[in-house]
T-cell receptor, first 114, second 114 residues
Framework: GQNIDQPTEMTATEGAIVQINCTYQ??????LFWYQQHAGEAPTFLSY????GLEEKGRFSSFLSRSKGYSYLLLKELQMKDSASYLC???????????????FGTGTRLLVSP | DAGVIQSPRHEVTEMGQEVTLRCKPI?????LFWYRQTMMRGLELLIY????????DSGMPEDRFSAKMPNASFSTLKIQPSEPRDSAVYFC????????????FGDGTRLSIL
C-alpha cells in the first residue's frame, strides 16, 4: 500500500518561517511534489524533488531524503496569502499503473496570523 | 493559455439521478486525471488516461462510476445512479508525459447529492 503522512494543521505568524513535513512509505519512488491549495480553489504546483537535497524557489524551498522517506516544504517570510493547504504527493512509479500516477497526502492546513 | 476547463462548477441533484462531469484538458497534454476530494479522505485518484486510453481505474469506487475520453480534448465522468456519499469536489487534471511533469488542475466541480 501507499502511505503519506503530514501534520493536519499548523499555525505561524506573518514574517516567520515554517517547515511542513511529509513522510512517505510507498511501493516505489519516482519523485515527490508539493502543491498549494487555497480554500475553494484547485491545487497548484509548487515544487518537485527526485534527488536528495534542497530545491529553492524564491520564498519556498523543498527538501528530500530518499533514504529516510522524508520531505519538507520550507516557507520563509510568511505572508497572509500563504494561508492555504499544502499537499505532499509521491509518484510511486509502478510498472502496471504507469509512472504518472500521484498519491497525495491529506494535506497540511497552514494558518498565517498577523 | 487556457487551463483545464471543467463543467459544471456546481451541481446539486437528487439521489438516483445520473450526473455527468466534463473536462477539457490543456491542449498538447498526453495525460488526463480524475480526482475526488473530501475532507475525510483528501484527494483521491479515480482514473487516468494516456492518449485517450484508460491506464489505471483502480480508484473508481464502484460500477456506478464510469469515465470516457473519446478524443484528446474531452473527457467525462459519469455517476449513475448517484448517492449522497458521492458528494465531493471532483477535479480533472492534465499533464505532459514524464514523471517529473506537474499536473495542472481545473477549478473542480462541487457535487451535492441530496
Amino acid at each position: 500500500g501507499q502511505n503519506i503522512d503530514q501534520p493536519t494543521e499548523m499555525t505561524a505568524t506573518e514574517g516567520a518561517i515554517v517547515q511542513i513535513n511529509c513522510t512517505y512509505q510507498t511501493s516505489g519512488f519516482n519523485g515527490l511534489f508539493w502543491y498549494q491549495q487555497h480554500a475553494g480553489e484547485a491545487p497548484t504546483f509548487l515544487s518537485y524533488n527526485v534527488l536528495d537535497g534542497l530545491e529553492e524557489k524564491g520564498r519556498f524551498s523543498s527538501f528530500l531524503s530518499r533514504s529516510k522517506g522524508y520531505s519538507y516544504l520550507l516557507l520563509k517570510e510568511l505572508q497572509m496569502k500563504d494561508s492555504a493547504s499544502y499537499l505532499c504527493a509521491v509518484t510511486p512509479g509502478e510498472v502496471n499503473t504507469g509512472f504518472q500516477k500521484l498519491v497525495f497526502g491529506t494535506g497540511t492546513r497552514l494558518l498565517v496570523s498577523p | 493559455d487556457a487551463g483545464v476547463i471543467q463543467s459544471p462548477r456546481h451541481e446539486v441533484t437528487e439521489m438516483g439521478q445520473e450526473v455527468t462531469l466534463r473536462c477539457k484538458p490543456i491542449s498538447g497534454h498526453d495525460y488526463l486525471f480524475w480526482y475526488r476530494q473530501t475532507m475525510m479522505r483528501g484527494l483521491e485518484l479515480l482514473i487516468y488516461f494516456n492518449n485517450n486510453v484508460p491506464i489505471d481505474d483502480s480508484g473508481m469506487p464502484e460500477d456506478r462510476f464510469s469515465a470516457k475520453m473519446p478524443n484528446a480534448s474531452f473527457s467525462t465522468l459519469k455517476i449513475q445512479p448517484s448517492e449522497p456519499r458521492d458528494s465531493a469536489v471532483y477535479f480533472c487534471a492534465s499533464s505532459h508525459r514524464g514523471s517529473h511533469q506537474p499536473q495542472h488542475f481545473g477549478d473542480g466541480t462541487r457535487l451535492s447529492i441530496l
